[in-house]
């Protein structure tokens, strides 16, 4: 491999501003802000609006009121009168 062509693949806190949730991984995207981790070290800060955490689908409070919406159309239109 070539030096100096990858970008720096180090430790990078994701906060959900959403849920307050956080998790430490490997990235290479680039963070202003910095934060002090459980282990007493600083590590670069990027916040997300949306993780697993706060996502419907993952926390299974999924909005139906489109689906709700639907049913009773189609029983106004085609249900017994």
Not at 9 to 28: C, K, M, N
Not at 35 to 47: F, H, R, S
Request: charged share 30%; proline share 6%.
């Amino acid at each position: 491999m070539k030096p100096d062509i990858h970008p720096d693949y180090r430790p990078v806190v994701f906060q959900d501003l959403a849920s307050d949730f956080s998790t430490l991984t490997r990235s290479t995207i680039r963070a202003k802000e910095t934060i002090k981790w459980t282990d007493g070290q600083e590590y670069p800060l990027v916040k997300v609006e949306i993780s697993s955490a706060s996502h419907p689908f993952y926390t299974g409070k999924r909005m139906d009121a489109s689906t709700a919406k639907q049913v009773d159309k189609f029983r106004n239109r085609y249900g017994r009168k």
